[in-house]
């Protein structure tokens, strides 16, 4: 089952307010969905792997 972590009225302001071209995305889609992982480990590995990857297309 995938869950999504699930944010609130309050959360999705403040993102707004923080940086104006996401605010932009979240008023275009209407939603924000971030996968939750819920074992620590997997996370971890999880957003090592995609910052690794992330600096070799950088």
């Known amino acids: 089952m ?3 972590f699930q944010y609130g009225k309050k959360e999705v302001a ?3 307010k923080a940086d ?3 605010a932009e995305v979240i008023c ?3 939603m924000i969905q971030r ?3 819920p ?3 997997a996370a971890f590995a999880t ?3 995609r910052l690794d ?3 070799r297309h950088s």
């Open 53 to 55: 990857a992330f600096r």
């Open 14 to 16: 403040y993102l707004k």
């Open 39 to 41: 074992d620590l480990f």
């Open 20 to 22: 104006r071209r996401l």
């Open 47 to 49: 957003e090592l792997s």
């Open 28 to 30: 275009q889609t209407d």
């Open 35 to 37: 996968l939750v992982i």
């Open 2 to 4: 995938t869950v999504y």
